[in-house]
């Protein structure tokens, strides 16, 4: 080192600018894909919180609703309790094992179609498109100089992301309490302050990553593509560039052509085989020809997303859309080759090919024992998720015991004990019930608003639609009996649905000679 100048003087850069992309819009099967997953998504996210769904009169009639104020969770007919997090947290499993299975089937699937970056981004792409025009178009305003055209075009693109990012957020909040209750508070200014935060906060982060961040998120921000980079195997399928046949590459059909006809000789001066050319021609030039069918186009750069250039291999940038197979495809077909030059492999079949070997079936490298076990996996967490929904009971009880005072010896010479119950009835509908008491022999019981004389074995309790009723209970016993007796509390509802519920406690006496 000469100077301290040669690690940072001005011509050494520790960052690099980012280059703005300008993908190019493609038409093909996988753009086609890419355009119904869009449609359905963003339907399912806008459209869901107006979703009604009849409950009755003591619950609400959102089809999908978080609500936090009464700690539920309502999705259709099924309503999750505080206590049942456990099926909140079987589906966060299920859906990380999804993508293990996913992403050792078909690489970055998820990343490419249904990720809310990729699909957000796509569509804040198209509206660029719609203002700006496709790649050439936008390159060159890009460049231009600053006019009246090119201001209006940039205030109405960014007008429209911003309509987008702000009906993004306000379709999230939506899914926190009453649709239509909480829009008409919002445009009336009387909504709580919490809505506006968040609406805010989710405007911006969706302003900034799909209009701004883009592809850098994808590459520098997101962890995903680290976690898939370890999952993934030479038997995954992920977009791949045949490069055995793609290379050496050539500029154009013309020079293409030119090329298939004057045959290459190595220094030995022998003919040396390779790929068909791009150009029908005799076997002679066939056997000796060594042109590859990539015209070096780069049609597959200019429509990706991320700006990677797939014949450089597998890297972190790409999110396997497949936009490069169609614009590939569609270059093919102009020049006459076949098509999938670019398409979707694995890298073992890719080696089998370069060596004239046999390759799998796609049936035989989705089907092989590492995905097998992640769907048995996945499949078991949900079918005994369905099988703990269908069979799980309404009614739930839980008993606490009052230790201040632990026991009351009453004038008759019995022992009173004091309980707190919760009774939970998780239907839509009031319901009455039924507590009695069991393992202490001459026990009575009786509510905080009764009194001893109407004591008896059992007590009915009328329980509101989807609430815990609370109750102090008391319960008298003769002293005569061991200093602590173990009892069990017993509820049963006395409708035609019918349900039971039971937990145990303990009985206290005095200890003898006290």
């Known amino acids: 080192m000469a100077s301290p100048d040669d690690l940072t003087g001005p011509k050494i850069k520790l960052f690099e600018a980012r280059e703005k992309i300008f993908p190019k819009a493609i038409s093909g099967n996988y753009r086609r894909l ?48 505080p206590h049942e997090f456990y099926y909140v947290a079987g589906l966060l499993i299920m859906a990380g094992i999804g993508l293990f299975l996913v992403t050792s089937s078909v690489g ?46 940039r205030v109405t693109k960014h007008g429209i992301w911003l309509l987008i990012a ?38 911006a982060t969706t302003y900034v990553l799909g209009g701004l961040m883009r592809e850098q998120f994808c590459i520098y921000a997101c962890p ?29 059909t013309k020079r293409a052509g030119e090329a298939a006809r004057r045959p290459e000789t190595d220094h030995g001066g022998d003919p040396q085989p390779g790929v068909p050319s791009l150009e029908p021609i005799d076997v002679a030039a066939q056997m000796t020809a060594r042109i590859g069918d990539c015209i070096d186009c780069n049609a597959c750069v200019s429509v990706c997303p991320t700006g990677i250039d797939i014949r450089e291999g597998s890297q972190i940038g790409c999110i396997t859309c497949g936009l490069c197979i169609d614009a590939c495809d569609e270059i093919m077909d102009k020049i006459g080759r076949p098509p999938r030059l ?64 632990v026991y009351v010896r009453l004038s008759d010479g019995s022992v009173r004990n004091a309980f707190e119950l919760k009774v939970r009835n998780m239907q839509s509908r009031p319901r009455e019930v039924e507590v009695s008491v069991s393992g202490v022999p001459g026990a009575v019981i009786w509510s905080a608003n009764g009194s001893r004389a109407n004591g008896a074995s059992t007590l009915r309790m009328n329980l ?32 035609a649905e019918g349900g039971q519920a039971s937990q145990t406690s303990f009985f206290e006496r005095p200890e003898a000679g006290q």
């Open 34 to 81: 890419k355009w119904a997953i869009m449609a359905i998504t963003l339907a399912i996210y806008y459209v869901t919180p107006w979703l009604r769904w009849d409950r009755g009169p003591y619950a609400p009639d959102q089809a999908v609703l978080v609500d936090i104020a009464n700690r539920r969770f309502f999705m259709f007919s099924i309503e999750i309790w």
């Open 108 to 153: 970055r699937a998820w990343c490419g179609y249904a990720c809310p970056q990729t699909v957000w981004t796509d569509l804040f792409l198209h509206v660029e498109r719609l203002i700006d025009g496709d790649r050439n178009a936008q390159i060159r305003l890009q460049r231009a100089p600053w006019t009246a055209g090119k201001v209006a075009k």
């Open 166 to 203: 702000v009906a993004t957020g306000g379709a999230w909040i939506f899914y926190f309490a009453d649709a239509p209750t909480l829009a008409r508070q919002l445009f009336a200014g009387d909504a709580p302050f919490v809505a506006y935060a968040t609406v805010a906060i989710l405007t």
């Open 224 to 252: 995903w593509p680290r976690i898939q980079g370890a999952m993934l195997d030479e038997k995954s399928l992920i977009v791949t560039y045949k490069y055995w046949r793609g290379e050496p590459r050539t500029h154009g």
């Open 342 to 405: 670019i398409g979707y492999s694995t890298v073992a079949d890719e080696f089998a090919a370069a060596e004239g070997r046999p390759t799998e079936s796609v049936a035989r490298r989705l089907f092989r024992p590492r995905t097998i076990v992640y769907f048995l996996i996945w499949g078991s967490i949900g079918l005994a998720m369905l099988f703990a929904l269908g069979t799980r009971e309404r009614l739930d009880l839980s008993v606490s015991q009052n230790r201040n005072p």
């Open 464 to 495: 509101p639609a989807d609430q815990v009723a609370k109750t102090r209970l008391f319960l008298a016993a003769p002293e005569a009996g061991p200093a602590r007796s173990e009892l069990t509390f017993s509820v049963r509802a006395l409708d």
